[in-house]
């Protein structure tokens, strides 16, 4: 209901009629419909991400709308962009940007679609998999390499 209120006090051009108030509540309904379809994308793609050893945690942005705070795999924490909440009523449906961040630095930005395992952000969350188990390889492998490369 408070979603409802914000959605008809948000128009400019409101007007205290029951006409008005009731065409606002039928547009609403679709916005809760696309919302719905949102936020079913988010928690396909969201569901099936590969857990990421780092000591950070990893924000997935959503529609600049959602913040995710993942840590190992684990969701930490789930805001709601309250500076862009008129943003919630021009959601439509499955498809939403993303953006990764880790400390605070954008590591990747796309689009997705709630497809799971085929989607942009798992693609994307499995690139900075592959490239955090690549730069772990290279530091285990370091201190290996320096006595064969410089022992006598």
């Not at 689009?111 to 188990?133: C, H, P, T, V």
């Amino acid at each position: 209901m408070i979603g409802l209120l914000l959605y008809i006090a948000s128009n400019s051009h409101f007007k205290y009629s029951f006409g008005y108030f009731r065409d606002c509540i039928q547009s609403f309904d679709t916005i809760l419909a696309q919302w719905c379809k949102f936020l079913d994308a988010i928690i396909a793609d969201i569901n099936v991400l590969p857990s990421i050893n780092l000591e950070q945690h990893i924000i997935v942005e959503l529609d600049e709308i959602l913040n995710i705070s993942l840590s190992k795999g684990v969701i930490c924490s789930v805001k709601i962009n309250m500076d862009n909440f008129d943003k919630l009523f021009n959601i439509n449906g499955r498809t939403y940007d993303f953006s990764i961040r880790i400390d605070e630095e954008i590591f990747d930005v796309g689009k997705s679609d709630g497809s799971g395992l085929q989607s942009n952000l798992y693609n994307a969350f499995s690139e900075l998999n592959r490239l955090i188990m690549t730069l772990s390889l290279e530091r285990q492998l370091e201190p290996m390499l320096i006595p064969l490369t410089h022992g006598h």
